[in-house]
């Protein structure tokens, strides 16, 4: 049987496909959105704390991710502590896997060789002379500058 609202003849085909579209609306947004882990909806606010706010150009120390064993960058061989080094701290994520270039830094073939004088001061010394977007290493030591040096001269002969 049809239903009649007013004049109108509504057959039950429209009234079910709204029905159905707002129960899968519902479940979209409810169960599917409000429930992903990509989300913020599932986070409950013990326990979660939202990162600090931080404003373009202000200038943010950087620490690296900690190796979960240091004594792998401790060889003896520079060039395979340097590769441990490089991936240590970010440099691989913008300069490339091999130094040779990647969507933010510039290919380091500049930083071997003669260069590596050039590199020690980028690394060490002023924050001030460090290229806008790249973060400053004050905290590497002389060997560690030497071995990221070794390193790239194997990918930059």
Known sequence: MIPVFGKLR???????????????AFTLVVVIIARSPYTHGNLSAEGY??????YV????????????????ATTGDPVQDGRVLFFRYGC?????????GGAVGPELSWASGSGSAELARLLKGDPKDVPPGMPFFGQLSEEEIESLSAFLRTQFP
């Open 92 to 100: 691989a994520s913008c300069h490339g896997l091999n130094g040779d």
């Open 10 to 24: 509504v057959p039950p085909g429209p009234i079910l496909g709204a029905v159905m579209m707002s129960g899968l």
């Open 49 to 54: 704390n939202r990162t600090n706010i931080i």
């Open 57 to 72: 150009g202000q200038e943010q120390p950087y620490t690296g991710i900690g190796l979960a064993d240091p004594s792998v």
